[in-house]
């Protein structure tokens, strides 16, 4: 299959690249940034005008329900909302049913996402076996099934020291370990303490679930060399923890979900269950705090948090309602939202989509490496093709998640896709 896609702005945050210029795709790949080679005849020809070529978002945290969850989500729509929202490759958390601790399932998990020529599925394999916190699992052999790097999920980790024997193997071998900071018996409740919880009666989550966890996951790191991403920071005080970290240097990176980025405690009003997320959404202070950090490079990426959830248990009260809410069709706009109100540019907005984190997957990717969350000659056609101008409401009826919660329901927002290529194929065209 041919693609030309004519008269768009094309960006590459990797080198930046910022030019009107027609791209060749053929055989799945890119063959020209400069216009069509002589001779070119393309299959399929795209009008990009007044459009943004940029490359497929690269989200590193999204739930897909399958295994296990098929009543919140299946493989298919999540993978048509992926698409929709110009997201091409995804990192999957390995809380599945069953967890994702051995080979076969993630083998499985991998060919069914593959036979839907949708966005590419990088699989976090499970620390220990079932998440239970007690045996680890075998990396090697999950590394070799396709896992990305091996994670916790959003369960707590108590014992200590089976973190450090997980680092310390992970450290061996040149694994990452993907964590989400927060105490165990801290993080039990389902608001952030503050004003706003105490007066609504909510069970209260500390800052200190954060920083505790935080203080010890970089003790472990000094002593064990191990590298760590850390998923979904959500406080000033742990953004300040990290940017230590990073001086002092420890190989530590950092992400944050569009939903702390753009919302605060406040935004729960009278017990919208829409709200009830995890991390629980913390004060304004907190909030600007994480923006800056993600515009001065502190935190390397921007992630949708997709987690979708089923109608009837997110009507239930705020307490007893499931957290999680859909996102990967909104996460192009929010991140663009956030540049322009941040004032950093649209090479910064996009980079933290694109770009920062297909460097935090690195090595794992392969020879995928080369060309994932950039544009590049000869390196694969992931690419998202978007109106800057268009602006669109975000209702539950629009959406392709099977997911219909989300906290940003009735926002208008900015940039409709019109195309996604994956791997040179269209995965989504807009009606």
């Known amino acids: ?205 500390p800052v200190a679930a954060e920083t505790i966890a935080l203080f010890t996951i970089f003790e472990l790191m000094k002593s064990t060399g191990a590298r760590v991403h850390l998923c979904r920071l959500s406080s000033a005080a742990g953004v300040q923890l990290v940017r230590e970290a990073k001086s002092a240097g420890l190989p530590v990176t950092c992400d944050v979900s569009i939903n702390s980025l753009h919302l605060t405690d406040t935004d729960i009003g009278y017990f919208d269950a829409r709200l009830r997320l995890s991390p629980p959404l913390r004060q304004q202070r907190d909030r600007d705090a994480l923006r800056n950090a993600l515009a001065d490079g502190t935190l390397d990426a921007l992630v949708s948090d997709h987690n979708p959830v089923a109608a009837d248990a997110k009507t239930l009260p705020f307490a007893e309602a499931e957290p999680g809410a859909t996102g990967l069709e909104l996460l192009l706009s929010l991140a663009l939202q956030w540049g322009e109100q941040s004032a950093v540019g649209l090479a910064r907005a996009l980079a933290v989509v694109t770009s920062e984190p297909a460097r935090v997957l690195g090595s794992p990717l392969g020879t995928l490496q080369a060309s994932c969350g950039q544009l590049a000659e000869g390196g694969l056609a992931d690419m998202v093709v978007f109106d800057p101008q268009a602006h669109w409401q975000a209702e539950a009826s629009g959406l392709r998640s099977q997911g219909k919660h989300t906290p940003f329901s009735g926002y208008e927002l900015p940039a409709r896709v019109r195309y996604t290529l994956v791997g040179g194929q269209l995965a989504y065209e807009a009606a």
């Not at 027609?22 to 080679?37: H, Y």
């Not at 091409?88 to 998990?109: A, F, H, R």
């Open 1 to 205: 299959m041919k693609i030309l896609i004519k008269n768009g702005r094309v960006i590459n945050p990797a080198s930046g690249l910022d030019t009107v210029v027609d791209v060749a795709v053929a055989a799945g790949r890119i063959v020209s940034l400069r216009g069509a080679p002589e001779g070119f005849a393309p299959n399929r020809t795209l009008d990009a005008r007044g459009c943004i070529v940029a490359p497929g978002l690269v989200d590193l945290a999204a739930r897909l329900g399958e295994p296990g969850h098929e009543h919140e989500g299946m493989l298919e729509s999540e993978m048509a909302a992926a698409a929709a929202g110009g997201v091409t490759s995804l990192v999957c958390p390995p809380d599945t049913d069953p967890v994702l601790d051995e080979p076969g399932l993630v083998e499985m998990l991998r060919m069914r996402a593959e036979k839907l020529h949708g966005a590419r599925v990088f699989p976090l394999g499970a620390l220990t076996r079932n998440l239970q916190g007690e045996v680890l699992t075998e990396m090697a052999e999950l590394t070799e099934a396709g896992c990305v790097g091996f994670s916790h999920a959003d369960v707590a980790l108590g014992n200590t020291q089976v973190l450090q024997r997980a680092l310390q193997y992970a450290a061996t071998f040149g694994y990452t370990v993907w964590l989400r900071p927060q105490d165990m018996h801290l993080g039990r409740g389902v608001a952030a303490s503050g004003p706003l919880a105490t007066r609504l009666g909510l069970a209260g989550v």
